[in-house]
């Protein structure tokens, strides 16, 4: 019997198995795909991490220990997985993404710089931004690396003795009061507790009726400029723009040629990670380049590609004990901004396994504010 199982190991169920096995828990995480796949969440190169944050203030306390547990992670695995290049969230005076980040970083103490336009451009020469435009920029934020921490988070948990079968996917789960039975297409395992990871195939795995999860298709693609060097890291932050009608973001240069790029999709949709398409039509590189055009000294993009956010109603995660089942922790944290918290979700997965409580406020995250 192991004492953890845990479905899933992209960018959280990597960094709970890693946390679970340092811990000295018995662990087992089942992926049904190979270590690295581009099926999920956590493929794609980067990720933008940010100390300022626009999204509400139960998330600065896991921020914080999140940048500490990430260069820890980077002196344990011996290689960079954080990449500080500055962070900047830009809009007109009024846009919430800049109003908000500004109240919660006046209110949380964060280190932080008010600029306009100019001095924006000044600063960053890749911008082109309208006069009317506002940016709060935060040294304490760059990117981090999906692929590269999800490779350290299961190298060090495999150290720590943990179990991690690729290529096989759980079909079922039952809670038999005296231990939990996950029932894959290879076995079948017992263990003491469940922890479900799954991205975007949270719904399937945790059964509940009426699920709050949506998945949506995005697309990113990275947009070179005449002019190489206003996308490297020396010279460009992480940003996040509100451009009106739609918000995007991007990051310096890194794995391809210049900047990448991609634009919140926010519609209805809910595809099903098997079968959505990973084709990229005119549609999608239309929407991309009007916007970059508007706002960075780009040309045209290439490397286009897709990736699944798994959305609740209020952009909030989930991250609680299953509503049928004390034993099984629920792990939905993206709404298109989990990844820069993996360490921290793995150690409140690990205290929740533990003690049966975390040391962190996690009452936002819990499933019962979704009424059936
Ligand atoms: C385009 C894009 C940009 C983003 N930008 C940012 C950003 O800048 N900053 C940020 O913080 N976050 C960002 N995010 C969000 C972040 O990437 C996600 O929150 C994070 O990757 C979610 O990780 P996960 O572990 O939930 O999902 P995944 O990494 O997809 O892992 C789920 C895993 O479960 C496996 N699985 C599912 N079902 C089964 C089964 N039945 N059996 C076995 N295995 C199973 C899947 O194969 C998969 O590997 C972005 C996301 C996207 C798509």
Redesign the pocket.
Known sequence: MFDVIV???????SSSIYHLAKNGLNVLG????EQI?N????H?L????SLTTRVHPTYVPLIRRSFELWRELEVEYNKQILYMTGCIYIGSEDSPIFKDCVEIAIEHDLEHEIMDASEIMNKFPGFNLPSHFYGIFTKEGG?IT?EESIKAHTKLASNYGATINYN????SWEDKESHIEVI?DKNIYKCKKLVI?????NT??FNIPNSPLSVQR?V?GWFPSEDKNIFKKENFPVWILDGGTNEG?GFPEYGFDGMKF?IFNDTDENVDPNTYSKDINSEDIKLLTDFTKYFAKTNEGENFST????NTPDGHWILDKHPDSENCII????S???????PIIGEIVTELCQKDSSSYDTELFKISRFKN
């Open positions: 479905i899933g190991v992209g960018g959280h169920g089942i992926e049904q795909f796949h099926n999920g969440s956590s794609g980067s990720r933008i991490i990117f999906p096989e996917e759980v079909l894959s990871t799954a991205g975007a195939w399937e795995m995005q990113v973001y991609g990736c699944l956010f798994t792990v939905s944290c993206c298109g901004h989990g990844f820069k918290f993996a």
